[in-house]
């Protein structure tokens, strides 16, 4: 596994080393299980602050890639397992929205809006009664 980063970069260096990190899960570099070097030798490799790579460690634990475990480190958590099984469907919905001039960010915009049209709601809570409807 090798992160890589670019200090020119306009993305954030946290930003660069979680999507080095979800690039690995996807082309099965890395699997379920697997160590994440320690946020300190990261740091050390690519010459950043140690506290940006633990950043960039808690977006992917946020996400629900990366197990976080005092004295364990950062594991490739389980639920990582179907992104590698996606790779192949996401590359084709990459290559079609370019293919269609769709920008990258266009596309995580309509992936993030899609995502929150097909969450599970809550049943619809009733309508309080008000005053005026009282006898």
Known sequence: MLIRVDPDSPRALFDQVAASVRSDILAGVLAPGDR????RDVAEALDINQH???HAY????????????RGRGAVIAAT???LAELAHEIDLL????AALGVSADTLAGIVHAHRDVSAPRSAPMKPESREEDSP
């Open 36 to 39: 994440l070097p320690a946020a």
């Open 52 to 54: 940006t790579v633990l």
């Open 58 to 69: 808690q977006r992917l634990r946020d996400e629900g890639l990366v197990d976080l475990r």
């Open 80 to 82: 990582a397992a179907p």
């Open 94 to 97: 990459v290559r079609r929205a």
